[in-house]
C-alpha cells in the first residue's frame, strides 16, 4: 500500500547510505546491493554529477556481471548506465560512454541479441576517437559475425582494421604469397629455439598489440571459409612476435603456427615442440582469456602426434570449460566440436559418445553457435550410422544430418570443414559396409578439401581408410587402376612412416593393417599373416578397439580366401566381440 514515489525515495535513501559508508576500494565487492538500491531510486536523482556517478557505478556491475557469465544482468546494468549519461553523453562524458558502449556491445553479443550488438558496434566506431579505441568494437563485431556463419564478413572486418593498424592482410593468398611469407617468417626466426621465443621480451607498441588481437579474432573464419589465408595470418603473427617482442597474444600465435607447421612444412615434431611453447607463453602472461584458444589450438594439432590420441580429450574439456567461463563461446564451441568427433578415432563406446553429443548439440544450440552445431550433428548422425540407429546404415542421412537438405546448405555456404567431414564419415561407412566404389568416390571428395584440417586427427584417418579402399578395389580392377591404387598407397604410407615413427602408440597398427592388405593382394600369404597379428597386437595394446576389430575382420576375409575356416572363425568370433564392445 506503500506509494511507488515513497518505496523509489526508501531505496534510494538506503543506496545513497550504503555508498557513504562504503569505500572506494570496497564498493566493488558491494556493487550489486549499491546499484541495485540506486538504481530503482534513479528517477529522483536530478544531479548530473550524482547520474554520472551512478552511471560509472552500472559500468562496474555490469563488467562484473559479465565476468561471472551473467550476462541478461550485464546488459540491464550497461543498458541503465548508458540511460543515465543521456543524449550528449560522448561530449560531456566521453571515457564513460565509450566504456559503457563498448562493454554493452560484448553483452548482447554474449546475450545472443546479435543486431543489437552490431548497431552498438557501429556506433562505438563512428563516435570513438583513435583507432585503439575502435579496436573492441571491430573484435566484438567479427565474432557476431562468426556466430552467424557468416565468416567472410568476419573477415573482411578484420582486414578493415588491420589496415588502420598498419599491418596488411591480403583478400586472398596464393602460393606465391604463403612462400614469401613462410621465407620472411623463417627469417625473423633465424637462431631461435621454442626456449628462445619463450624469453622474447614483452610486446608494449599498442597498435601492434591491437593488431595481434585482431589476428586472433580473424584465424578461425579463415580457417572454416578462406584456408589460403592461414599461412599469412599464422606468420604475420609470429613475425610481430619476433620483432616487437611476446604478448597475451603471441600464446594464440604460436598455437595457431602448429597448424601451420603441419600443413606447409610437415614439421609435426616441430609443431609439438611449438605446441608445448604456447601452452609456457600462455602461463607466462596468465592469459586466462586465450586459455580457449589456445587449447584448442594445441590439443588439436600438436599434442596427439607424439602423445596418444585419447590425452587431447582432457584438454579440449578443459578448454571448453574456460571458454564458456570468460564468455568464449566462439573456441570453446571449436573444442566441442573436436570433443565430439575425437572418440570415433580412439574407439570410445559409440553409446557414450552418443551421450556426449547430445549433450553439446544442446549446448551449441543454447550459445547459438551455428557452424559448431551443423559440424557436431554430422558426426552425430555418423555414429547413429554406426549404431544400426538411422534407415539406411550405409548413407549418412537422417534425424541429426539430411544429405538431402543440410548437404546443399553446406555446399553452398563453402563450409570447408563440413565438406571434408561429410566425404569422411560417408567414405568410412561405405568402406566399413563393403561398398568401396562409393567409398572410393567420397575419398576423391575428401581429397580435394584435406587442406582444411592441417595437423588434424582425421587427414591420418582419411588415408588410412583410402588405402584400405583402394586395396579392396584392386583385385577387380583392370592394370592400370592397380598401378595407380599401389601407387596412391605407397604415397600414403610414406607419409604414416613419419607418424610411426613420432606416435607409433597411434599410427603402428594404421601402418601394419595397410601392409597386410597390400601384401594379401599382391600374394605375398606368409607377410600377410604376420602383419594382420602385428595389427591386432598393436590396437589392442593400445585401446583402438574398434580398429583392433576391423583388422580381425579383414583377417577373417583372408583367411576364408585360402580356404582355411577354421583359422577364420577364430578371427571372426575376435572381431564380433570389439565390435560388439565398441
Keep these: 500500500l506503500i506509494p511507488e514515489e515513497e518505496k523509489r525515495q526508501t531505496h534510494l535513501s538506503i543506496g545513497q547510505l550504503l555508498l557513504k559508508n562504503t569505500p572506494k576500494e570496497k564498493r566493488e565487492e558491494k556493487i550489486f546491493d549499491l546499484v541495485n538500491q540506486l538504481n530503482y531510486g534513479v528517477e529522483l536523482i536530478s544531479d548530473r554529477h550524482q547520474r554520472e556517478e551512478l552511471a560509472t557505478l552500472n559500468l562496474v556491475a555490469g563488467r562484473k556481471a559479465k565476468a561471472s557469465t551473467a550476462y541478461q544482468a550485464a546488459v540491464r546494468y550497461l543498458s541503465f548506465g548508458v540511460d543515465l549519461l543521456g543524449e550528449n553523453s560522448w561530449d560531456v562524458n566521453y571515457e564513460t560512454a565509450l566504456a559503457l558502449h563498448q562493454e554493452l556491445a560484448a553483452a548482447e553479443f554474449l546475450n545472443l541479441n546479435f543486431d543489437r550488438s552490431q548497431s ?103 580457417y572454416i571459409a578462406k584456408p ?8 604475420t603473427m609470429v613475425g610481430l612476435s619476433a620483432k616487437y617482442g611476446n604478448c597475451s597474444s603471441s600464446a594464440y600465435a604460436y598455437s595457431f603456427y602448429t597448424a601451420i607447421l603441419c600443413a606447409e612444412m610437415e614439421d609435426f615434431e616441430g609443431a609439438y615442440e611449438v605446441g608445448k611453447l604456447a601452452l609456457s607463453v600462455l602461463d607466462r602472461f596468465n592469459a586466462k582469456e586465450l586459455k580457449c584458444k589456445v587449447y584448442q589450438q594445441v590439443y588439436a594439432f600438436a599434442i596427439h602426434w607424439k602423445e596418444h590420441q585419447s590425452n587431447i580429450l582432457e584438454g579440449l574439456l578443459e578448454g571448453i570449460q574456460s571458454g564458456l567461463e570468460t564468455g568464449d563461446v ?71 544430418f539430411s544429405m538431402d537438405e543440410d548437404w546443399q546448405r553446406i555446399l553452398e555456404t563453402n563450409n570447408e570443414v563440413s565438406i571434408f567431414s561429410v566425404y569422411l564419415t560417408q567414405g568410412i561407412l561405405s568402406y566399413l559396409f563393403g561398398e568401396y566404389k562409393e567409398a572410393l568416390k567420397s575419398f576423391e571428395g575428401t581429397q580435394k578439401y584435406e587442406k582444411s584440417g592441417p595437423g588434424q586427427i582425421q587427414v591420418p584417418v582419411y588415408k588410412f581408410y583410402a588405402c584400405l579402399t583402394w586395396l579392396a578395389l584392386y583385385p577387380e580392377a583392370n592394370k592400370r587402376e592397380q598401378k595407380v591404387y599401389l601407387r596412391w ?14 606416435g607409433p602408440m597411434n599410427y603402428r597398427h594404421k601402418y601394419d593393417l595397410v601392409e597386410a592388405e597390400k601384401a594379401r593382394v599382391l600374394g605375398k600369404n606368409g607377410v600377410a599373416w604376420e602383419l594382420y597379428d602385428r595389427s591386432i597386437k598393436a590396437a589392442k595394446e593400445n585401446g583402438f578397439i574398434h580398429e583392433e576389430a576391423l583388422a580381425n575382420e579383414l583377417a577373417a576375409r583372408f583367411y576364408l580366401s585360402l580356404n582355411k575356416p577354421e583359422f577364420a572363425a577364430i578371427y571372426i568370433n575376435n572381431a564380433k566381440d570389439c565390435y560388439r564392445n565398441w
Design 330 to 400: 566462439e573456441y570453446a564451441s571449436y573444442c566441442a566440436t573436436h570433443y565430439c568427433n575425437v572418440p570415433f578415432y580412439v574407439g570410445e563406446n559409440l553409446e557414450y559418445v552418443g551421450y556426449k553429443h547430445a549433450e553439446y548439440v544442446a549446448l551449441m544450440r543454447k550459445i547459438k553457435q551455428d557452424f559448431a552445431l551443423k559440424l557436431i550433428k554430422i558426426w552425430q548422425q555418423f555414429g547413429w550410422n554406426l549404431r544400426g540407429l538411422a534407415t539406411d546404415s550405409r548413407r549418412l542421412h537422417g534425424d541429426a
Design 120 to 222: 552498438l558496434c557501429d556506433l562505438v566506431m563512428e563516435k570513438a576517437k583513435t583507432i585503439i579505441e575502435k579496436v573492441p568494437a571491430y573484435e566484438t563485431k567479427m565474432q557476431s559475425y562468426i556466430a552467424q556463419n557468416q565468416m567472410l564478413k568476419a573477415i573482411d572486418t578484420a582486414r578493415s582494421i588491420l589496415k588502420l593498424l598498419g599491418v596488411e592482410l591480403p583478400e586472398s593468398a596464393g602460393k606465391i604469397k604463403n612462400f614469401i611469407e613462410l621465407w620472411r617468417t623463417k627469417w625473423n626466426l633465424r637462431g631461435k629455439t621454442p626456449k628462445d621465443l619463450a624469453a622474447l621480451p614483452e610486446m608494449t607498441d599498442p597498435y601492434k598489440i591491437a593488431a595481434m588481437q585482431i589476428l586472433v579474432a580473424a584465424s578461425a573464419p579463415a
Design 489 to 502: 598407397v605407397e604415397a600414403n604410407q610414406k607419409q604414416m612412416r613419419v607418424w610411426v615413427k613420432l
Design 228 to 235: 589460403t589465408l592461414l599461412p599469412v595470418i599464422s606468420y
